[in-house]
């Protein structure tokens, strides 16, 4: 599947500030990080301490990140930062730097700040906030982060529709022969398939769901229904284990939360073996949704 390349324009909400991650290293009422009617308000109260918020993005090669608000100290020595940190994993925070703009002014001026995405370091750290040696207090507000060249699934999603029948597993995305006067060219369309490339059993109970790596730098949420088709009512699947590659699902009796005697796992969860048999005249129909931002 291409993509074609675009701008995504991210308006930080100046309520929750997109669920911005703070730091503030002595969390016992020193230093300060927290949203002040619509501004980022970051104080350090002594000369080791460490007060911003951070926002992370996927930036790889062939894109870029620009980074604009208004901004200011609060006092002469403040030090005010913006900075962009580019990492090869997505596990770190800060100590990749490789550009800042720092505050010079107490009344509130625009700044910005620009980096090219790299295929070795595609995850980008965006900071806000106060971490040289010096006492004082920032502000932030209006934060716009503008992504060149990026794909323009926003957010990205994986989904598909698939069965189950005779215990073997099926994607349900290919038009199929039928008689049905609402098909008057005898083909039956199916469902959209949105990235996935493959399913199969995992173990003896597990059902691996492969989809093309989401490309952001967090975890995808995921969402599993059974269908009621062929009067499969009475069960539910509940994914787990849920990364940038997949997802792997267990289906369950929804009466059998608290007793696993009529499962062969001794489990919750049904097995293979269990579902083979319940499918082999019958089709167990799953809808999978998963999406990630940013």
């Known amino acids: ?19 911005m991650g703070t730091v503030n290293q002595r969390k016992q009422g020193s230093s300060i990080v927290e ?9 350090a109260k ?3 301490e460490r007060a911003y918020g951070y926002l992370n993005f996927f930036v790889p090669g062939g894109a870029a990140i620009e980074v604009r608000c208004f901004a200011r100290q ?35 001026k625009p700044y910005s700040i620009y980096a ?12 806000f906030g106060i971490w040289k040696n010096v006492l004082g207090a920032c502000e932030f507000r209006d934060i716009e982060i503008i992504l060149y060249g990026v794909p323009q699934w926003a957010p990205e999603f994986r ?15 290919f038009s199929v022969p039928t008689s049905s006067p609402n098909f008057p060219n005898g083909f039956e369309p199916r469902f959209s398939n949105m990235g996935i490339h493959s399913i199969e059993w995992q173990g003896t109970s597990t059902i691996k769901v492969n989809w093309d790596p989401f490309r952001s730098y967090y975890r995808p949420q995921c969402f599993v229904q059974v269908d009621c088709y062929d009067n499969f009512d009475g069960y539910t699947a509940h994914p787990r284990l849920v990364n940038w590659q997949g997802a792997e699902i267990l ?6 939360k608290d007793d696993s005697s009529v499962s062969t796992t001794g489990t919750n969860a049904l097995s293979r073996t269990d579902i ?19």
Not at 2 to 16: E, M, W
Not at 36 to 42: A, E, Q, T
Request: proline share 3%; glycine share 8%.
């Open 1 to 19: 599947m291409i993509l074609s390349p675009g701008c995504k324009i991210i308006k930080v909400d100046p309520i929750t500030f997109n669920g």
């Open 35 to 43: 949203v002040r009617n619509g501004v980022l308000y970051c104080e």
């Open 46 to 48: 002594a000369i080791d």
């Open 74 to 108: 609060l006092g002469a020595t403040s030090a005010g930062r913006i900075s962009i940190d580019q990492h090869a994993t997505n596990d770190d925070i800060g100590g990749d730097n490789i550009d800042y703009v720092e505050m010079d002014s107490t009344i509130w």
């Open 116 to 127: 090219a995405g790299r295929d070795d370091r595609p995850y980008v750290g965006v900071t």
């Open 159 to 173: 989904a598909c529709t698939f069965y189950i029948e005779k215990g073997n597993i099926t994607i349900d995305q």
């Open 251 to 256: 289906v369950n009796r929804m009466d059998n």
């Open 276 to 294: 083979t048999n319940l499918t082999k005249n019958r089709r167990l129909c799953f809808h999978l949704l998963a999406l990630s931002a940013f």
